[in-house]
């Protein structure tokens, strides 16, 4: 069904046209038959020749204007999976759905739990489990923009399929429930209390009693299309979530390789690091990346993806603890 409340312009002043190119090209697998598809999306998966039983499972969303091929080039996960055996799955949305290809975060049908294209990224990610053996502990979810504000869904009604999540210049989970929300939300209008945000995602997953997934922010300081006022409220929903004060991180640091980037860590009642947030200054509306053959280089430049000496996907990978930093 088409959601006409969708097909305005997503980025309407901000981002350019692009001509999606096809998965196949890159040598990705097409998946289907993987549910009846609510929210009527494309999959496709990428298998390294290393993979082994058990293996982690890695789910990254495009961001508008993008195909699982695009974001596949610029963010190198495949490169990633190659180095250390785990497998990487590519919703991808379509047009019908979004004239701008972009996931719908701002639609209540399809960020509820049990549900449109929440729901059919859930049902890829059992397909794959079921077909290729994977480790069902060990469930990961990233993506950038639109497909950063759809992880943050993802991580928010399925708690208990994912570990660990890793949102890049993206949305916290149930800030816009319309089209003129979610401007408001990108322009960094919205803004609730810890309690207010925690309960839109409790109420998603009423007697679940089980640890929410842990969550890495990655958000540009000069984001002209999701403002930074964003980040700020995605740590007071996961903080919540995890019952700790998100206005006192246990550390925060200047990486010493890159002084354009601020990390800061919070750690749970344990001492266990459950929420990192990284500031990136001179990014803008894109992914960091760091072109190179170095050990924590990688990443192409393009439409939505910078150079900023910064892998972003490597550290989400340590993040997920899929690669040793």
Request: with cysteine.
């Amino acid at each position: 069904m088409i959601k006409t409340n969708a097909l305005i312009l997503f980025f309407a002043t901000i981002l350019l046209q692009f001509c999606p190119s096809s998965p196949e090209s890159k040598g990705f697998e097409e998946i289907s038959n993987f549910g009846n598809n609510p929210g009527g999306l494309k999959g496709f998966l990428y298998t390294p020749e290393n993979a082994t039983a058990n293996a982690p499972l890695v789910v990254v969303l495009h961001g508008c204007l993008q195909d699982a091929t695009e974001i596949a080039r610029l963010s190198d996960w495949n490169e990633l999976a190659e180095e250390h055996g785990f497998l990487v799955l590519y919703p991808q949305q379509k047009s019908l759905n979004n004239f701008n290809n972009c996931f719908n975060w701002f639609v209540p049908e399809d960020i509820h739990k049990g549900s449109g294209e929440a729901l059919s990224i859930r049902q890829m990610v059992a397909y794959v489990a079921a077909n290729n053996k994977i480790d069902e502990n060990r469930i990961y979810v990233t993506g950038i923009s639109a497909g950063g504000a759809m992880a943050a869904v993802m991580l928010a009604t399925y708690p208990e399929v994912f570990r660990a999540g890793a949102v890049m210049a993206g949305i916290p989970y149930a800030a816009a429930l319309d089209m003129p929300t979610g401007f408001k939300a990108m322009r960094g209008e919205v803004v609730q209390s810890s309690e207010e945000w925690e309960a839109k995602v409790r109420e998603q997953n009423q007697g679940f009693t089980g640890a929410y997934p842990t969550l890495a922010i990655f958000q540009g300081t000069d984001d002209p299309a999701v403002n930074f006022i964003n980040a700020d409220e995605l740590v007071k929903q996961w903080a919540a979530l995890f019952d700790i004060n998100p206005n006192e991180p246990a550390e925060v640091k200047i990486l010493e390789t890159n002084a354009k980037v601020k990390r800061s860590t919070f750690k749970d009642s344990s001492g266990a690091p459950v929420l990192l947030r990284y500031d990136l200054d001179s990014l803008g509306h894109a992914i960091a990346v760091d072109p190179g053959d170095g050990p924590q280089q990688g990443g192409e430049e393009g439409q939505f993806a910078k150079d900023v000496d910064f892998f972003s996907s490597y550290w989400a990978a340590v993040f997920f603890g899929l690669v040793e930093e």
